[in-house]
C-alpha cells in the first residue's frame, strides 16, 4: 500500500520561499510520475507542477519560474521549491504518484495521494 507524507509547509509573508517534500513508502516510483496540487479555501484541486520519470517538467502558468519540481528516485522523495510566494498561493499542496491514465495535470490521472500540507502566504 502506497503511504505519502507531505511536509515543509507553513506561514510565511510574501515573497518567501518554502520547499515541501514528499516522502513515499510502499512505492517506487522510478518509473512513474509525480504531481504537486493545490486546493485552496473554496476553491477546487488545482494543479502546480509535475515530474515524469524521465526528468520532464510542467508547470501550471502561475507558478511557472516560481516553483521547482524535482525528484530524488533514490529515496522515493519528490519535492516542491516555492520561491517568490504570493497570497494567492495560499492552500492545501498535496502530492500524487501513481499515474494510470491521462493528463499530468488532472488530478483523476492519479490514484495515490497524501494527505497534504498547508501553506499560508501573508500580505
Known amino acids: 500500500q502506497v503511504h505519502l507524507v507531505e511536509s515543509g509547509g507553513g506561514l510565511v509573508q510574501a515573497g518567501d520561499f518554502l520547499r515541501l517534500s514528499c516522502a513515499a513508502s510502499g512505492h517506487t516510483f522510478s518509473n512513474d510520475a509525480a504531481g504537486w496540487f493545490r486546493q485552496g479555501p473554496g476553491k477546487e484541486r488545482e494543479f502546480v507542477a509535475g515530474i515524469f520519470w524521465n526528468g520532464v517538467t510542467h508547470y501550471a502558468d502561475s507558478v511557472k519560474g516560481r516553483f521547482v519540481i524535482s525528484r530524488d528516485n533514490a529515496n522515493n522523495t519528490v519535492y516542491l521549491q516555492m520561491n517568490s510566494l504570493k497570497p494567492e498561493d495560499t492552500a492545501v499542496y498535496y502530492c500524487?504518484?501513481?499515474?494510470?491514465?491521462?493528463?499530468?495535470?488532472?488530478?483523476?490521472?492519479?490514484?495515490?495521494w497524501g494527505k497534504g500540507t498547508l501553506v499560508t502566504v501573508s500580505s
Open positions: 500524487a504518484v501513481k499515474l494510470i491514465e491521462g493528463p499530468i495535470a488532472t488530478p483523476s490521472s492519479f490514484v495515490s
